[in-house]
């Protein structure tokens, strides 16, 4: 049964010159953090976060002041030690940053026809002081917003048409989430929401909706040895 019936809406294509704005608003957003990372020290929420990467996964959550899931601490981790300068702890969160800028460049595609209002939306998004002050950090902030956006598309591209590998996706994004950043919960909740939707709209079966939400709750639960 297709997620919406009788309804396959076309894939929007972004113009060439909006393909490049994307480009050029990618990298200006990267440039930027890249800035910020190697002309400041790490913050004291980046210090205590640093300290918690070589304790285990409950003692890195229970460590004072980086009460955060294990999965960012153990990517910065996979590739930086004590001797690491501090724009690389945060290199994983700048290159989550910049593909988040794409990824949202193809959530707008979906949400506004008008390529001009795209681009302003894009930049806007992008540029924002709040969003720039965060992205750099290593911090989960960066990777939550990635995999949540992620997940955004995910549900656009599902409504667009069906696929194992857009079901994966859809399932892991959201999974993920709670191991990144305890705020991914909140995309799961709402996702509930448009289940609920959808279901009381007859528009998907509830056995899929049982089904999906069951195989993130197994990716996102600790396993026994935890």
């Keep these: ?13 972004p113009p060439q010159s909006g393909a490049a ?19 400041t020290g790490l913050f004291g929420d980046e210090l205590l976060f640093v300290r918690a990467i070589n304790l285990g996964v409950i003692e890195g959550l229970c460590s004072p002041g980086s009460s955060h899931p294990p999965l960012m601490r153990l990517i910065v981790g996979a590739f930086t030690d004590s001797a690491s300068p501090d724009w690389l702890f945060r290199l994983p969160s700048i290159v989550l940053s910049t593909l988040t800028v794409v990824v949202w460049s ?46 955004c ?47 009381w709209k007859q528009q998907v079966p509830l056995r899929r909706i049982v089904t999906v939400n069951a195989a993130c709750l197994l990716y996102t639960s600790p396993s026994p040895r935890d």
């Design 21 to 39: 704005f994307v480009a050029v608003v990618a990298l200006v957003t990267s440039a930027g953090l890249m800035f910020r990372a190697t002309t």
């Design 1 to 13: 049964m297709a997620l919406l019936a009788n309804h396959t809406p076309s894939v929007p294509q």
């Design 106 to 151: 193809r959530v707008l595609t979906r949400l506004v026809l008008d390529t001009k209002t795209q681009c302003l939306l894009l930049a806007t998004l992008s540029l924002n002081p709040v969003w720039i002050n965060l992205a750099f950090q290593c911090l989960p902030y960066a990777a939550v917003t990635f995999f949540a956006s992620v997940h």
């Design 153 to 199: 598309l995910a549900w656009f591209r599902l409504v667009e048409k069906q696929s194992k590998a857009r079901w994966t996706i859809f399932v892991l994004s959201g999974a993920v989430l709670p191991w990144i950043h305890f705020f991914g919960i909140n995309a799961l909740l709402a996702d509930l929401f448009v289940w609920a939707f959808l279901w």
